[in-house]
């Protein structure tokens, strides 16, 4: 399975603004059916920001904070077509282009009921454990 990692740059007063999309082929589903889990951040985790070159900055000085101390907001998106996995440039209705900054193979550790998500990022630029852990209505990412 994979993942990607994608620099989302939204036009003016689009309504979530600028942000990166994470994109994780879901398990057990058949080439026709694939979708893939997403979850929006405004800023990377350090290791992660320290990892990419070309990376655009933090898109929000308080995410940016909340990066520094090892923890990254991400909202739950709905499932995105696999075809992100690979696709770079304009998305339709307006919403801006997409650019992918990352990208490597993911396996599926832990998917609870509740949100709770843990994932080993095996290869890429962003190799390590991430855990997404919901807490009320906020979710946040952890990368060891």
């Known amino acids: 399975m994979r993942y990607a990692l994608l620099d989302h740059d939204c036009p003016p007063g689009y309504r979530e603004?600028?942000?990166w999309d994470l994109?994780?082929?879901?398990?057990?589903?058949?080439?026709v059916e694939r979708r893939l889990?997403?979850?929006?951040?405004?800023?990377?985790p350090p290791t992660w920001?320290?990892?990419?070159?070309?990376?655009?900055?933090d898109r929000s000085p308080l995410a940016s904070g909340l990066a520094e101390a090892g923890m990254v907001q991400a909202t739950p998106l709905t499932d995105h077509r696999a075809h992100y996995l690979d696709y770079e440039g304009?998305?339709?209705?307006?919403?801006?282009?997409?650019t992918r900054v990352a990208a490597g193979q993911v396996a599926w550790l832990e998917?609870?009921?509740?949100?709770?998500?843990?994932?080993?990022?095996?290869?890429?630029?962003?190799?390590?454990?991430?855990?997404?852990?919901s807490d009320a209505s906020v979710v946040v990412l952890r990368v060891s």
């Open 17 to 19: 603004g600028p942000h």
């Open 23 to 31: 994109l994780v082929e879901r398990p057990g589903m058949s080439d």
């Open 37 to 44: 889990a997403a979850w929006s951040l405004l800023a990377l």
């Open 49 to 57: 920001r320290e990892r990419l070159s070309n990376a655009a900055p």
């Open 90 to 98: 304009p998305i339709g209705g307006g919403r801006g282009v997409v």
């Open 111 to 133: 998917a609870a009921s509740a949100g709770d998500v843990r994932l080993r990022l095996t290869d890429g630029p962003l190799a390590g454990e991430v855990e997404l852990r």
